[in-house]
């Protein structure tokens, strides 16, 4: 699996003007929405008793266990309607290795850092800021969060591009996936 994983970096970091723009473009994007969060919450101070502290914290959550869900799963799950349409699948399932992870391996995104970056920034200062009691168990309930969050997000990804098992065609679903996924998360 990390032998995969190394060399899927590697492909990208061939064209290393390209990635870096791809983070920043992608780091940019994600900084704007959180800078109208913002500027809703320094304009209403809450909403619904929600401080920005506290909205910061959740952003940074949803962003970040979609990073990391979506690290391991986009890619495969997008690229696996041309793998079935073409009926190359049969290149994956005849190593001697687990298909799905193979798959995840082969295409593991490494783009994803900048939502790391950024969602990691905004959630050491969020858990600092927010009047949360902290305690050994409250640590815990983050990390179970975060985790069971990226293993959720992975789950949906996986069940979208599985689609194109029984239907040939299952890119519309992750549009329609991504759409729902801002509108949850304002």
Same mark, same amino acid.
């Not at 590697?10 to 969060?37: H, K, P, S, T």
């Not at 789950?155 to 890119?171: K, N, Y």
């Given at each position: 699996?990390?032998?995969?994983?190394?060399?899927?970096?590697?492909?990208?970091?061939?064209?290393?003007?390209?990635?870096?723009?791809?983070?920043?473009?992608?780091?940019?994007?994600?900084?704007?929405?959180?800078?109208?969060?913002?500027?809703? &919450?320094?304009?209403?101070?809450?909403?619904?008793?929600?401080?920005?502290?506290?909205?910061?914290?959740?952003?940074?959550?949803?962003? +970040?266990?979609?990073?990391?869900?979506?690290?391991?799963?986009?890619?495969? +799950?997008?690229?696996?309607?041309?793998?079935?349409?073409?009926?190359?699948?049969?290149?994956?399932?005849?190593?001697?290795?687990?298909?799905?992870?193979?798959?995840?391996?082969?295409?593991?995104?490494?783009?994803?850092?900048?939502?790391?970056?950024?969602?990691?920034?905004?959630?050491?200062?969020?858990?600092?800021?927010?009047?949360?009691?902290?305690?050994?168990?409250?640590?815990?309930?983050?990390?179970?969060?975060?985790?069971?969050?990226?293993?959720?997000?992975?789950? +949906? #990804?996986? #069940?979208?591009?599985?689609?194109?098992?029984?239907?040939?065609?299952?890119?519309?679903?992750?549009? &329609?996936?991504? +759409?729902?996924?801002?509108?949850?998360?304002?």
């Amino acid at each position: 699996f990390w032998h995969h994983v190394r060399l899927r970096i590697r492909e990208r970091m061939e064209y290393r003007g390209a990635f870096l723009l791809g983070l920043v473009a992608q780091g940019i994007g994600y900084a704007a929405e959180l800078a109208v969060v913002w500027l809703l &919450l320094h304009r209403f101070e809450a909403i619904d008793g929600w401080a920005w502290p506290e909205m910061a914290l959740l952003y940074s959550l949803s962003v +970040m266990t979609y990073a990391i869900g979506a690290a391991f799963t986009f890619s495969p +799950m997008t690229e696996l309607e041309l793998l079935v349409q073409r009926g190359t699948l049969e290149t994956v399932l005849v190593k001697p290795a687990d298909p799905f992870w193979t798959l995840v391996a082969q295409r593991f995104n490494i783009g994803y850092l900048s939502h790391l970056i950024l969602a990691g920034t905004v959630l050491a200062w969020a858990v600092t800021s927010a009047p949360i009691d902290w305690s050994p168990g409250t640590a815990l309930f983050l990390v179970a969060a975060i985790v069971s969050g990226s293993l959720i997000q992975a789950a +949906m #990804l996986t #069940l979208i591009g599985t689609w194109a098992f029984s239907h040939t065609r299952s890119g519309i679903l992750f549009g &329609l996936s991504g +759409m729902s996924r801002e509108f949850v998360r304002f």
